[in-house]
Every structure is written in structure tokens, then in C-alpha cells.
């Protein structure tokens, strides 16, 4: 399995990474080699196996959606990047048009 | 010295008046200033909270207060948030972030009177196996500076190791407990998953990570397991199973116990000090009258492949939330909402965390999913089938925690696949959830320290920190320290 480096570019944009042209020729090659690795899963027949997302059995947990802890809204600016009058600030989201 | 105490050692002192909260937590502030420069074991610490914590916990204590850990200064990894006090996963994205609210587990130590005396150092977001992946510089292995300390949870082994602190919190998502705790001749313990609460754990793998005490011997982890373990309604992974006195019936002993050990942990290219140090350390209990067996886990070797779809898969999902937009790093300069993500995340994130990104991404993206996500999960089923057919015949599992002593900074930052295979012998656990704890059972001709694990079935943390305190009882590793230099 060898990854090509407009596979590579087409996986960063899903992840929403940027990568350098040296980062993309190195990764083509070590995430080449990893999923061949991992290829070795395919010796075993898995057909009639169910498969596990958690080890443990779990069942949804529900409750009613009620505040039980407040935080003081300043709190929030504290680690925002950048904010503007209590909300956050982000680069231009609508392209304009013409 | 206080420090060289064990958390029970320490709590009987201070309980019976001998040493204050105030001199302990002094010493162990002198000794990281002296020693921590040559490790880097600490992100952050705490000096003037610590010291604060440690007058109130000398004040209820004369009021007649006690707690499990009233005083006891224990370090954190920086993956678990702290209320006020910074929180890095040591990543670039998260360097500045100064959690609202405290984890789960960190509100339990402190409830139990504990001194939080600063953040570990780790793998950033805990990817890795040796402490090299951090925004922060590697840590250094207590027994031998130029060796690894084993990762993700490096810091707070090597913290424990040469006594920075009287204990510490670690998380386990493929090994991350108990591979630092053998490298550094330490007890690290991965509960059964859902037995300790995530809510405040920065996310890797979320069917894979679990919380756990690292610490100076058996006992102690039972001491930390005590205070940490039990039902949270903010995880909802979280197990509502009722909690152990974990410090009670810890030696009892090993007779009537039967030890499997499973023929594929003694693996092609293990190394042969290792090999005998796990060997022997069966036999001391093969001596105290446990009734030892040989068993198949047929698909052991298949668990590194399989960990490393489904850790990758559920990490790029995770990480996701570092955008940039509400709270961590962003990168200057970006004209739109996308470019300015993509420009944060190249920044914010590390060579290995991108590498995992890229793989988690690739393997869940449209005509792969079957084909390595549904895969990997099916195989897991075996896996964790092995297991539970092995318990219907043997009580708890004996295995070598890692194929051989620690290996040199910068030997394996070149070859991630070579990185990973250092995980072949702990990865199982985490896919089947069950629990497992690492002890020191030897050290190679060269002085690095070997590591001996116990692994049990779901929730029988109780029954393996048992088998470890009988092997603990024989070898007295603990008791060896490291001479830093």
C-alpha cells in the first residue's frame, strides 16, 4: 500500500491540516509503511466476528439537561484567543460575492 | 528525608505530628530545584499554591481533620485539567490554557487532602512511548540521563523515580502507566476502563484511555486507587461498580492462585536480561505456593496493528476541537475561517500528533472505513475474547511489561513503526480494558530497571495489586533509588 502525495494532500484537507512539502513527502512514506503493517490484519478471517467499539458493555446515559453549575462569563475570555465584547473573534466566514 | 518516603510511610508521620505538610512539601520544592533541571520531568510547578495547600492541610490537621492523602504533595501528568493552574497535554495548541474547573480525579485528590504540586511532562496529547514528543523538551530517565523514560506518562514516572513527589497520576491508553513505570523502576497501575472517571482528561482515545496511580510501591497504588476510583455521572463511560477497599487484603499472599503466562509476551527479539528477571520473579511465586500456567493469547501479536487504526481513528476525532477558535493557540495572520484552522493545527501540533492525525483520518475516510476501522474493531474482539477464555482457567495474567530495558533519547524518533512495537506487550490490556499493574522486578547488567506486570480480569484491580505486593514482598526492588546525574 503506498500513499500517494495527492493522497496525502486530499487526508490533510479532511483533517484540516496544513502541511509543508517536506511534511507531506514524509509522511507519504511513513504512513506508507504503517498501513502496511497494519495490513497483516488481513491474514485473519473476521466475517462471522462482531466487531468492539468498548471493551466494556455500555448503555446511553441520559438525564434531564438542567444547570447545575454556573461559571462566571469572564472566565471564558481568559483563554480565548482572540474576543471582542464577549464573543469570540474569527477571521471573515461569507466570501462576498463579485 | 521525606522524600524518600512512601505516601502510607508519609502519612504516618504526619499524622502522628513527627513532619508537617509545610516541611514535606518544602523538601520535595528544594529537591525538584536541585534535581528537576537534569530530568525535566515537571511542565509546571506549583511552588506558592503547593506551599498554601500545605499550611491548610497543617491547619485541619491540628483541627483534627485527616484524609487519605491530607498533606501527601502528588504530582499530576498535564493531560488531567487543574482549576487555575496551567494545563498543556505539553502541546504548542494548549500552552497558554488555564482549565476553569478541575478533573474529576484531580477534585478527588484534593477532596482527600492532597497537595498538587505540579504538572508532569508527557508525549504531547500523549502520543508516544518515550517522552520525546513534548512541546516542552524530552524528560530524562532518574537511572541513566541519556535513556528514555518510557511515555506517554514520562514525567510523572520519572518524577516518582527520583522523589519529586510522594506519588503520581498517570494516564494508560496503550501502555502509557505502566511502560514509564517500568522504564523507571516504578508501580503504575491502568484500572479496568470505566473504573476511574475521564471527565477533565484532555482526550486521546476515548475507548482506550484510562487514569491510574503511579507510585513508590504496591501499597501506594492501592492508596491512590482508593481516592480516585468510583462513579461519576460527567463520564458517561464511566463504570457505576461498587468500589474495593483496595489497601485491605493486599497480603494475603498467592496461595491457591493460579498465574497464567502466556507463551506470545516472550517475544522473537526480547531481550534476555528481562526474559530471566520475568522468569524468576514467576518462580519466587511459583515458591510461595501459586500454581503457575502456561497459556495461549493466539492473537497477541495483532494488537499493535489494531491499536493503531483505532487510537489514530479516535484521536483525529478528538483533536478535532483544536481549532483555534475559543481557547488554546492561533496561528496570526490567516484572511479566512479555514485557512486560519489549517494554519493553527500546522502550528499547534507536533510532528507525531499530525502523523496520527493524518493515519486516524485516513483510515475512517470514505472507502477505508471497512477496510481498516470495522477491521481493526472485529480483531479486537478476539483480542479481548483471548482474554476472557485465559480467566476461565487462571486467576491473573504474569507478563514482561516491555521487550527490553529503556532505550536511548533520539534511538527511535526517526522510525515511528519501531516506536510503536515498544508498545507490543501493553496494548492488549487497554483493548480488552482490563486492568494491569507494572512493578519493578530486576535491572540489566547496565543498571536500567525491568518491569514485571499483572493483569486481571474486569475490576479485579483488588486481586492484582495483591499478587504485585507478594512479588513486591520477595524482590524489594522498590526499595532501590537512582543516583541522578
Not at chain 1, 484567543?81 to 461569507?94: A, L, M, Q
Not at chain 2, 498465574?259 to 518462580?283: A, C, L, Q, T
Not at chain 2, 490490556?429 to 547488567?445: D, K, R
Request: hydrophobic share 40%.
Amino acid at each position: 500500500m503506498k500513499l500517494a502525495r495527492d493522497e496525502v494532500r486530499h487526508v490533510a484537507t479532511l483533517a484540516r491540516l496544513e502541511l509543508s512539502p517536506e511534511e507531506e513527502e514524509l509522511f507519504a512514506a511513513q504512513l506508507s509503511d504503517i498501513l502496511e503493517y497494519i495490513n497483516q490484519l488481513n491474514e485473519l478471517d473476521t466475517d462471522s466476528i462482531e466487531p468492539t467499539s468498548h471493551a466494556v458493555d455500555l448503555m446511553n446515559v441520559f438525564r434531564e439537561d438542567e444547570i447545575s453549575q454556573k461559571f462566571d462569563p469572564g472566565i471564558w475570555k481568559l483563554n480565548a484567543p482572540s474576543e471582542d465584547h464577549g464573543h469570540f473573534r474569527v477571521p471573515k466566514i461569507i466570501e462576498s460575492e463579485g | 528525608m521525606p522524600h524518600s518516603l512512601t505516601i502510607h510511610e508519609l502519612m504516618e508521620k504526619l499524622d502522628s505530628g513527627e513532619l508537617s505538610s509545610q516541611q514535606v512539601v518544602k523538601a520535595y520544592l528544594d529537591r525538584i530545584e536541585a534535581v528537576d533541571p537534569k530530568l525535566n520531568s515537571f511542565v509546571t510547578v506549583d511552588r506558592e499554591g503547593a506551599m498554601e495547600q500545605a499550611r491548610q492541610a497543617d491547619r485541619q490537621r491540628a483541627e483534627g481533620g485527616r484524609g487519605a492523602l491530607l498533606g501527601a504533595p502528588i504530582a499530576v501528568k498535564d493531560a488531567l485539567a487543574t482549576k487555575g493552574l496551567k494545563t498543556t497535554a505539553s502541546s504548542k495548541s494548549l500552552e497558554n490554557y488555564i482549565p476553569p474547573f478541575d478533573s474529576f480525579v484531580v477534585g478527588k485528590l484534593k477532596e482527600a487532602g492532597a497537595v498538587i504540586i505540579g504538572k508532569t511532562n508527557m508525549d504531547e496529547f500523549a502520543m508516544g512511548s518515550s517522552t520525546e514528543n513534548s512541546h516542552f523538551g524530552a524528560t530524562r530517565n532518574p537511572w541513566n540521563t541519556d535513556k528514555i523514560p518510557g511515555g506517554s506518562s514520562g514525567g510523572s514516572a520519572a518524577a516518582v523515580s527520583a522523589d519529586l513527589c510522594a506519588g503520581a497520576i498517570g494516564s494508560d491508553t496503550g501502555g502509557s502507566i505502566r511502560q514509564p513505570a517500568s522504564c523507571c523502576g516504578i508501580v503504575g497501575l491502568k484500572p479496568t476502563y470505566g473504573r476511574v472517571s475521564r471527565f477533565g482528561l484532555i482526550a486521546f482515545a476515548s475507548s482506550l484511555d484510562q487514569v491510574g496511580p503511579m507510585t513508590k510501591d504496591v501499597a501506594d497504588a492501592a492508596v491512590l486507587l482508593n481516592v480516585i476510583a468510583g462513579y461519576d455521572s460527567l463520564d458517561s463511560t464511566c463504570a457505576d461498580v461498587a468500589v474495593d477497599d483496595y489497601t485491605s487484603g493486599i497480603g494475603d499472599g498467592v496461595e491457591g492462585l493460579t498465574i497464567g503466562v502466556p507463551r506470545e509476551y516472550f517475544v522473537d527479539g526480547m531481550d534476555p536480561e528481562v526474559d530471566r528477571s520475568v522468569r524468576e520473579s514467576i518462580e519466587a511465586l511459583e515458591n510461595l505456593g501459586a500454581r503457575i500456567k502456561s497459556i495461549s493469547l493466539p492473537h497477541t501479536k495483532y494488537a499493535v496493528p489494531v491499536y493503531y487504526v483505532i487510537a489514530p481513528a479516535e484521536a483525529s476525532s478528538n483533536l478535532a476541537r483544536y481549532d483555534g477558535v475559543k481557547y488554546g493557540f492561533r496561528a496570526d495572520g490567516a484572511d479566512s475561517l479555514v485557512s486560519m484552522y489549517e494554519a493553527t493545527r500546522m502550528e499547534g501540533f507536533g510532528a507525531e500528533v499530525k502523523r496520527r492525525i493524518m493515519l486516524g483520518t485516513y483510515a475512517l475516510s470514505s472507502g477505508y472505513y471497512d477496510a481498516y476501522y470495522l477491521k481493526a474493531q472485529k480483531v479486537r474482539t478476539l483480542i479481548r475474547d483471548d482474554f476472557l477464555k485465559a480467566f476461565e482457567e487462571v486467576s491473573v495474567i504474569m507478563a514482561p511489561t516491555v521487550p527490553t530495558p529503556p532505550f536511548g533519547i533520539g534511538e527511535k524518533t526517526g522510525d515511528p513503526l519501531q516506536m510503536y512495537l515498544n508498545d507490543v506487550l501493553t496494548i492488549n490490556a487497554n483493548l480488552a480494558g482490563i486492568p494491569g499493574v507494572s512493578m519493578p522486578c530486576g535491572f540489566s547488567a547496565d543498571r536500567l530497571p525491568i518491569g514485571v506486570q499483572v493483569l486481571g480480569p474486569y475490576f479485579k484491580e483488588k486481586l492484582i495489586l495483591r499478587v504485585a505486593r507478594t512479588l513486591e514482598g520477595v524482590l524489594s526492588c522498590n526499595k532501590a533509588k537512582p543516583v541522578i546525574n
